[in-house]
């Protein structure tokens, strides 16, 4: 299984960006780097994804190191909305010709207000 | 409208008996998917169908048995409900097959399954 290492808990203040780091250190050539936020008694809610290239949208940015085997997701600014569970996943091949993400225990980011 | 929906939002029944969770996408998706989070709230995938076939089915029960009408609904049916079984099921769909690693995966808000 292709693998992800995140830390188990953040704080932020509100209106602060956030950097939320993820190690992947064995990742391959091919595989997606994906984030995902759960929100308290909800279900995942995809934030971005990206392979090689710095990427952004209207939730957030998602740097990726050079060598891919790290990645950060930035949060600009914080609000309370924020505060949930975040996970970073590698899409990667499950055999079968199919992929799939696969979650790992993620980040809880906790917004002060 | 809710672009995936699962039905019921929550579901406290006894052991040994058979209950279905249901699920619905709107989004015009070709696969859907039955992810199980435990009580340590891991994310697990269970089954993953395209277009009503099944193309993904993990280290699961025999209990557990999904069914798809058509490409809208992946129903999970659960024979002899057991204690171990009590936890949040989420139905998700993305548009195209998992072979496209780009994929975005849409969730739905979970049945919270409690088994006594």
């Known amino acids: 299984d292709a693998k992800t290492t995140q830390p188990n808990s953040m704080e932020s203040n509100e209106e602060e960006p956030v950097h939320l780091p993820c190690n992947h250190s064995t990742i391959s050539g091919t595989d997606y780097i994906h984030w995902y936020r759960q929100l308290p008694s909800q279900g995942p809610e995809y934030v971005i994804h990206g392979l090689t290239s710095n990427v952004n949208n209207r939730m957030a940015s998602l740097a990726i190191a050079e060598d891919r085997k790290s990645s950060t997701l930035i949060l600009h600014r914080a609000t309370l909305r924020d505060a949930a569970v975040y996970y970073c996943i590698l899409y990667a091949y499950s055999g079968a010709g199919s992929y799939q993400l696969t979650f790992g225990k993620g980040t809880k980011l906790s917004v002060i207000p | 409208d809710t672009a995936v929906s699962q039905t019921p939002k929550y579901l406290v029944t006894q052991m040994g008996n058979d209950k279905s969770i249901k699920c619905e996408q709107n989004l015009g998706h070709d696969t859907m998917y039955w992810y199980k989070q435990d009580s340590k709230k891991f994310l697990k995938i269970m089954f993953s169908?395209?277009?009503?076939?099944?193309?993904i089915n993990e280290t699961v029960p025999n209990r557990f048995s999904p069914k798809s009408p058509d490409k809208a609904h992946l129903n999970l049916h659960i024979n002899s409900l057991e204690l171990g079984d009590s936890a949040v099921y989420f139905c998700?769909?993305?548009?195209?097959?998992?072979?496209?690693?780009?994929?975005?995966?849409?969730f739905g808000s979970g049945t919270q399954l409690s088994v006594l």
């Open positions: 998700a769909s993305s548009q195209d097959k998992t072979a496209r690693r780009n994929e975005k995966l849409f």
């Open positions: 169908y395209n277009n009503k076939e099944l193309i």
